[in-house]
C-alpha cells in the first residue's frame, strides 16, 4: 500500500512540480532505513530543501554517499520516475542533487524586515514615510540605491548612483537586492545595500524596505523569508478593474507624472497585480489602503509586536 | 438577517472542575484484548478511583486516531457509550497524537457549559494486530499528505529532519540524544503500567539500529496498545484541579514554517495556559513531555519555557528534579498508544503531584510534528 494510494492524489501532486522544479539549499537531511511501502525498498534519503524563491520543498535526494552531504549545501532539481502504484501509476518526484563543492554557511537569524510590495501609486512611499516619522524609535526606512536621475518631488529616500556604480556596488556585494523596473525612457536599476539595512539592526530598530517582486525576493534569499514580514498593499476594489481605476486616477492626481510614464506604471501594475495572486506565500499580510489611518494602525501593530517579540 | 450580538470570548476556563478518577490498562502488545476490552478495562480502573458512581457520567469523550484503519472499527463513541449501564450521549475526537489532551479539552468544554456535570473522557489505541509497514503508514496520515508524503519520508524521518538541524545549529551530539532516552527509560523502571521497565544505558540506544539517520531504534517510541480514562466533574470535588487547558494548532507541514527546531504549537499554548493558571514554568514540579523521539522532548523542553533554545539538553544532564520530566517514562518507556497518551499523560501528572504533595504540574501533549499541542496545568491542593 503506497503513501499515495489515489491516482487523483498523484496528479495533484504531479502539478506541484513546477513549483518544486527550482534550485536550493538544503536544510535538513535524514536517511530512511526502511521508507514507506510502495516505495523501493533500499535506502531513501529525503531533504528538506529551501527553494530559491523561499519556500520549502521535500524531496528525495538524488546520493548513494549520504555521509557526504552537508546543511547548507546548494542543490539542482530532477524529476525521475518515484514509483508504480499498486494500481500502475507511474509516479514522477522532483528529487534533487547536490552541487559538488557549493556550500553557503548557515544562516543566523539577523532580525526583521519589514517590507511594503504594492503597484505603483497605492502609496507604499506615503505609508513609509509616515510610519517611520510617527515611530521613528522603533523603525527607520531604508534608502534606495537608484540609478535614476533625480526629481523635484523626491524627498530623502533615494541615494542616487550612476549606472557604473550601482553595478559595481552589486559586484562587490554591497547591494543585496537589485532589480530593474522596465522604462522606455531610461535605464532605471533600484536596490539596497546590506550596510544600511543592518547599521539599522545595529541601533535597535526595524528597518522598512519599499520593494517590488524582484527585490522582495532578493532580499528573501539574502536574510531569509523568516526574517521578512511582508506586506502587500493594494488599492480598494474587488476586481483588477477596479483596482486598476483607482490606481490610474491616484497617478493622475498627484500630477508628478507624465502621461506616457503614468502608461507605463499602469502597465506594470497590472503584473504586480497579478504577482500577488500567484506569490501569495510571499506575503504575510495583504493590506487594502483604503482608509490610511487604518494602514498605519495596523502596520504600527505588526512592528510593535516585532520588536516586543 | 439578524445577528445577536458577538459575547466576549472566554479564552481560560470558566468553571472549577476537579479531576476526580483515573485509570489505564499497561501499555504494550495486548495480543489479547480488543479496542472494547481495553476500553473497558480503563473506565473500569477510573470508576474505581473515583468517589462517584458510574451513572454520574453524563457524558464520554473517546480520544483515537487509527480505528478504522487498524480495528476496522469507526463509531467509538458508542462502544465507549455502551460500556456503562445508562449509555450516556458520546462522541470521539482526533487529532493525531494529541487527541487525548484534545477530549480533554472538549470535555471541559461541555462542563463548562453545563451541558455535563461529569465527563468520562478516554483514550485508546489498539496498534499491534497490524504490520509495522501498515502502521507506519497509518500514522502519517498525521504529517501533510501532499506536501510531506510524496517524498518517501516517514514519522521517524520527520524527525530525522528535525534532529539533525537542531544537531548543526545547537550542536547536540549522539550522545545528548541517547541521555533523553536512557533517562526515560530509568525513570520507568517504578511504573507498572510501563511497556518497557528496565533502564537502557545510553551506550546501547547509541548503538541501536539506525532508523532515520541521526535517530536510532531507541529514540523512537514504540507501538503499543492500550487506554487511559479519567473523569472530570464540576459536581463531585477532588484534590486535584483543572488549572488550564489550551490547545494550539501550526501549519501541517513542517515545509511552511519558518523554523523546525522550534514548534510555535507549544510555545503559544504554554503561554496561554500559564498566563491562565497565573504561574510561571518555575512553579511546575512535574511535567509529563511528548517525547515521540528523543529529540522531540528537547525541544518541548525548551518550547515550554523550561530552557533556552538549544540548553534543553542541560536540565537532562543536570538531572532536573525542579520540575521532574516524564518521571513515569514518557511516551518512550511507556509505549504511545496514540490516542490514550494525552489522557494518560494528565493522569500520570496527578498522580505525581499526590505522592509529592507538590503543588502544579504540567501535561504537554501534540500531534504529528507538533501541528496541534495541548497543555494541561494541573493543582494539587492537599
Given at each position: 500500500m503506497s503513501t499515495i494510494r489515489h491516482p487523483a492524489a498523484a496528479a495533484r501532486a504531479q502539478r506541484e512540480h513546477r513549483s518544486k522544479m527550482q534550485e536550493g539549499t538544503i536544510l535538513s537531511f535524514t536517511t530512511i532505513a526502511h521508507p514507506p511501502e510502495?516505495?523501493?525498498?533500499r535506502q531513501r534519503t529525503v531533504a528538506l530543501i529551501e527553494l530559491h524563491d523561499g519556500t520549502k520543498a521535500l524531496g528525495e535526494m538524488l546520493?548513494?554517499?549520504?555521509?557526504n552531504l552537508c546543511i547548507g549545501q546548494q542543490v539542482k532539481p530532477h524529476r525521475r520516475l518515484s514509483h508504480i502504484t499498486a494500481q500502475g501509476l507511474r509516479v514522477y518526484a522532483i528529487c534533487y542533487e547536490a552541487v559538488a563543492g557549493k556550500v553557503a554557511p548557515l544562516?543566523?537569524?539577523?532580525g526583521y524586515i519589514l517590507s511594503l510590495t504594492g503597484?505603483?501609486?497605492?502609496g507604499k512611499t506615503t505609508v513609509c514615510t509616515l510610519l517611520s516619522t510617527k515611530i521613528g524609535e522603533y523603525a527607520q526606512r531604508v534608502p534606495i540605491v537608484t540609478t535614476r536621475e533625480p526629481k523635484?518631488?523626491?524627498?530623502?529616500?533615494y541615494a542616487y548612483v550612476t549606472a557604473r556604480e550601482f553595478h559595481m556596488l552589486r559586484k562587490r556585494g554591497d547591494i543585496i537586492a537589485a532589480t530593474r523596473i522596465p522604462s522606455t525612457t531610461e535605464e532605471r536599476w533600484y536596490g539596497y545595500r546590506s550596510q544600511d539595512i543592518e547599521g539599522i539592526w545595529k541601533s535597535g530598530k526595524i528597518p522598512i524596505v519599499i520593494t517590488e517582486m524582484g527585490l522582495l525576493q532578493e532580499l528573501a534569499g539574502h536574510y531569509g523569508r523568516r526574517s521578512i514580514l511582508s506586506c502587500g498593499l493594494l488599492p480598494p476594489g474587488k476586481s483588477k478593474r477596479v483596482m486598476l481605476s483607482h490606481l490610474l486616477h491616484r497617478l493622475r492626481s498627484r500630477g508628478r507624472d507624465s502621461e506616457a510614464s503614468i502608461a507605463e506604471r499602469m502597465q506594470n501594475a497590472e503584473k504586480d497585480l497579478l504577482f500577488f495572486e500567484e506569490q501569495?506565500?510571499?506575503?504575510?499580510d495583504l493590506i487594502i489602503n483604503e482608509d490610511l489611518e487604518r494602514v498605519l494602525d495596523l502596520l504600527k501593530g505588526r512592528i510593535l509586536a516585532l520588536q516586543e517579540g | 438577517m439578524h445577528c445577536a450580538p458577538t459575547p466576549t470570548l472566554t479564552p481560560f476556563l470558566a468553571s472549577s472542575v476537579s479531576l476526580i478518577g483515573t485509570g489505564q490498562t499497561s501499555f504494550?502488545?495486548?495480543?489479547?484484548?480488543g479496542l472494547r476490552t481495553l476500553m473497558e478495562e480503563a473506565v473500569h480502573a477510573a470508576l474505581e478511583d473515583a468517589?462517584?458512581?458510574?451513572?454520574?457520567?453524563?457524558f464520554v469523550v473517546v480520544a483515537n486516531m487509527l480505528a478504522e484503519r487498524v480495528?476496522?472499527?469507526?463509531?467509538?463513541g458508542a462502544i465507549a457509550s455502551s460500556?456503562?449501564?445508562?449509555r450516556p450521549p458520546a462522541i470521539r475526537v482526533e487529532a493525531a497524537c494529541a487527541s487525548g489532551s484534545v477530549a480533554v479539552h472538549t470535555a471541559l468544554s461541555l462542563l463548562e457549559s453545563n451541558r455535563a456535570q461529569t465527563v468520562l473522557v478516554l483514550g485508546v489505541e489498539k496498534m499491534t494486530d497490524v504490520r509495522n509497514e501498515e502502521i507506519a503508514a497509518a500514522l502519517m496520515?498525521?504529517?501533510?499528505?501532499?506536501?510531506?508524503?510524496p517524498s518517501g519520508l516517514t514519522f521517524p524521518g520527520i524527525f530525522g529532519l528535525i534532529a539533525r538541524r537542531y544537531m548543526e545549529e545547537y550542536g547536540l551530539t549522539r550522545e545528548d540524544l541517547s541521555l533523553v532516552s536512557a533517562r526515560h527509560h530509568a525513570n520507568a523502571a517504578?511504573?507498572?503500567?510501563?511497556?518497557?521497565?528496565s533502564p537502557i544505558p545510553a551506550r546501547v540506544i547509541s548503538e541501536s539500529?539506525?532508523?532515520?539517520d541521526p535517530l536510532r531504534l531507541l529514540d523512537c517510541s514504540p507501538v503499543s496498545d492500550g487506554a487511559a480514562a479519567c473523569l472530570l466533574s464540576t459536581k463531585f470535588e477532588g484534590p486535584?484541579?483543572?488549572?488550564a487547558s489550551q490547545v494550539c494548532t501550526d501549519t501541517?507541514?513542517?515545509?511552511?514554517?519558518?523554523?523546525?527546531?522550534?514548534?510555535a504549537a507549544t510555545r503559544e499554548a504554554a503561554q496561554r495556559a500559564f498566563a491562565e493558571a497565573q504561574?510561571?514554568?518555575?512553579?511546575?514540579?512535574?511535567v509529563e513531555l511528548h517525547d515521540c523521539f528523543s529529540i522531540a522532548a528537547l525541544l518541548s523542553v525548551e518550547d515550554l519555557g523550561f530552557a533556552a533554545p538549544g540548553e534543553g539538553i542541560r536540565r537532562y544532564r543536570e538531572r532536573?528534579?525542579?520540575?521532574?520530566?516524564?518521571?513515569?517514562?514518557?511516551l518512550k518507556a511507556c509505549g504511545h498508544p496514540v490516542g490514550a497518551t494525552g489522557v494518560k499523560q494528565i493522569n500520570d501528572v496527578a498522580k505525581q503531584l499526590k505522592a509529592s504533595g507538590s503543588r502544579w504540574g504540567l501535561a504537554h501533549n501534540f500531534g504529528g510534528a507538533g501541528a496541534t499541542c495541548g497543555i494541561h496545568i494541573l493543582e494539587y491542593a492537599s
Open positions: 510502495g516505495f523501493p525498498q546520493t548513494s554517499t549520504p555521509d544562516r543566523v537569524f539577523p503597484p505603483s501609486g497605492v523635484p518631488h523626491d524627498g530623502d529616500e501569495r506565500h510571499l506575503f504575510d | 504494550g502488545e495486548h495480543w489479547d484484548k468517589p462517584c458512581t458510574e451513572l454520574d457520567v453524563d480495528s476496522a472499527q469507526a463509531h467509538l460500556l456503562l449501564p445508562h496520515g498525521a504529517a501533510d499528505s501532499e506536501k510531506e508524503s517504578s511504573n507498572p503500567f510501563a511497556q518497557f521497565q539500529t539506525l532508523v532515520a486535584v484541579r483543572i488549572a501541517l507541514s513542517i515545509t511552511e514554517r519558518p523554523t523546525i527546531t522550534s514548534f504561574i510561571s514554568p518555575i512553579d511546575i514540579a512535574h532536573s528534579t525542579a520540575p521532574t520530566f516524564n518521571a513515569s517514562g514518557g
